[in-house]
């Protein structure tokens, strides 16, 4: 069996995501969801109430006063943003661990994962762009694949490192040409089992080469460029960090300049200090 086809079988028997979360994210799809529905099914998960709590009271959100209840943040927060809490309280148990094959210690992955959320959004504001929904939970989703390399299958990324510093190609063009196949497109299976939408799937296949993708789209563009800004930031860069560059037709087509750049990269620290209670799991 190849190295590719290992890595995908491997993917395969890993464990979905909570069966709570699953839920209610099937129910957040409709239009004419019963909030007392909603809250009641979080409330059976204890952890998922104890950490959507904890999301809805960081400092990001600006809430006036403190939320002291699920039913009170669904209110509050919206079905949207809702989603986004469950997902991210989801992940955040093994994204907040050491991701050993890309030196990424632990928290920082997770700091990344958050710190591209948050920019996706950001940028998307400083272009005037009026995003769709799954904007923050495709920027909080893009690395999902490192996670399962450097944890579940346990990648050497020392011989892919080396590849990449001769050659002088990226990182992710590296991991093609020795295990043919990449940390996106991982990612982008592992999503696509867990029956995320397409969309959210799509980004995370292309967020390193979006000029690849058949199907672009705004959220793709922002995921990238706030990505590559982070990267560039080291904020949760590994040792692929620096083997990144942006596209240079996205950043000619939104005629990219520091003065748009910069501000988004200091509101990119700022939410994150407003998302400090996120990464104490």
Not at 151 to 167: C, G, H, K, R, Y
Request: contains cysteine; hydrophobic residues 45%; proline residues 5%.
């Amino acid at each position: 069996m190849s190295r590719r086809n290992e890595i995908i079988e491997r993917i395969r028997s890993l464990q979905g995501l909570p069966a709570s979360a699953v839920q209610i994210l099937n129910m957040i799809q409709d239009p004419d969801i019963d909030i007392g529905e909603l809250t009641k099914i979080i409330e059976f998960d204890p952890g998922l109430t104890a950490n959507l709590l904890k999301l809805a009271n960081s400092a990001y959100f600006g809430m006036p006063r403190k939320v002291n209840s699920v039913r009170e943040a669904a209110i509050r927060l919206g079905t949207n943003r809702i989603s986004q809490l469950v997902i991210a309280s989801a992940i955040a148990p093994i994204a907040s661990k050491a991701v050993k094959g890309y030196d990424l210690p632990a928290g920082d992955l997770w700091t990344h994962a958050v710190a591209v959320a948050i920019g996706t959004e950001k940028m998307g504001l400083a272009l005037n762009l009026k995003l769709p929904d799954h904007a923050f939970t495709a920027g909080l989703l893009h690395d999902i694949g490192k996670i399962i390399m450097g944890t579940f299958i346990e990648v050497d990324a020392s011989p892919i490192m080396q590849l990449a510093f001769n050659e002088g190609v990226s990182f992710d063009a590296a991991e093609r040409e020795i295990l043919g196949i990449d940390h996106a497109e991982v990612g982008s299976l592992l999503l696509a089992a867990w029956k995320l939408p397409t969309d959210i799937t799509e980004i995370v296949r292309y967020h390193h080469i979006p000029d690849e993708a058949e199907h672009g789209s705004q959220v793709l563009e922002m995921v990238h460029l706030a990505n590559n800004l982070c990267l560039l930031g080291g904020i949760g860069s590994g040792m692929d960090g620096l083997n990144y560059r942006p596209s240079r037709i996205i950043v000619e087509k939104y005629n990219l300049k520091p003065k748009i750049t910069e501000p988004v990269v200091m509101q990119i620290v700022t939410g994150l200090e407003g998302f400090h209670s996120w990464f104490n799991q």
